[in-house]
């Protein structure tokens, strides 16, 4: 069955950074299209990144441009998001999504999320 | 862009059905037919539900249903059930990326 699992949250001063990892199993990785779409706590849902299966298109929500950059792994079915200059806004839950349709953004899988608190 | 709109709340008696409305513009929900719904119990990740305005993912009850009118689509629940209650998430394709509405909270009295 379909599993993603993310991990490398935690608590981080503002301007600092983080890496979240998500490791994927019972699928052919390399063929998908993956995201990042994130959770505020008691908020809403909001894109943040999407990567190619061969990771030559990448595109970013404008909020976090310029300051996150997604990558992937297809040797180790893993997906990144590496975060620059966290400000108190990127407080979210992370979730790593399996899109089922490429570039149509049809979220059919999810992870169980990843907590990054930014404060200080 | 802007989210898309939806209701704070639904509610309704086990049995009956609800309808959650999800209101964009020309340049989302009216202009493809690739608006999805989720589910999402506290704690838990969102669970897709329905796809492409209509399609139910395998092994998603048919008491959930979708449908599009102009720049609103909405989710049908019928014979609501206790497990239904949480909230629900539309989301849809603009062209560039993807917008979500605000979330819905179901409510089974």
């Known amino acids: 069955q379909v599993q993603l699992v993310e991990s490398g949250g935690g608590v981080v001063q503002p301007g600092r950074s983080l890496r979240l990892s998500c490791a994927a199993s019972?699928?052919?990785?390399?063929?998908?299209?993956m995201h990042w779409v994130r959770q505020a706590p008691g908020g809403g849902l909001e894109w943040v990144a999407v990567?190619?299966?061969?990771?030559?298109?990448?595109y970013y929500a404008d909020s976090v441009k310029g300051r996150f950059t997604i990558s992937r792994d297809n040797s180790k079915n893993t997906l990144y998001l590496q975060m620059n200059s966290l400000r108190a806004e990127d407080t979210a839950v992370y979730y790593c999504?399996?899109?089922?349709?490429?570039?149509?953004?049809?979220?059919?899988?999810w992870g169980q999320g990843a907590l990054v608190t930014v404060s200080s | 862009q802007s989210a898309l709109t939806q209701p704070a709340s639904v509610s309704g008696s086990p049995g009956q059905s609800i309808t959650i409305s999800c209101t964009g513009t020309?340049?989302?929900?009216?202009?493809?037919?690739?608006v999805s719904w989720f589910q999402q119990h506290p704690g838990k990740a969102p669970k897709l539900v329905i796809y492409e305005v209509t399609k139910r993912p395998s092994g998603v009850s048919n008491r959930f249903s979708g449908s599009k009118s102009g720049n609103t689509a909405s989710l049908t629940i019928s014979g609501l059930q206790a497990e239904d209650e949480a909230a629900y998430y539309c989301?849809?394709?603009?062209?560039?990326?993807?917008?979500f509405g605000g979330g819905t909270k179901v409510t089974v009295l």
């Open positions: 020309k340049s989302d929900v009216g202009g493809y037919t690739l």
């Open positions: 990567i190619s299966p061969d990771e030559t298109n990448k």
């Open positions: 019972g699928f052919t990785f390399s063929s998908y299209v």
């Open positions: 989301c849809s394709y603009t062209g560039r990326d993807v917008v």
């Open positions: 999504v399996r899109d089922r349709s490429s570039w149509y953004y049809i979220f059919d899988y």
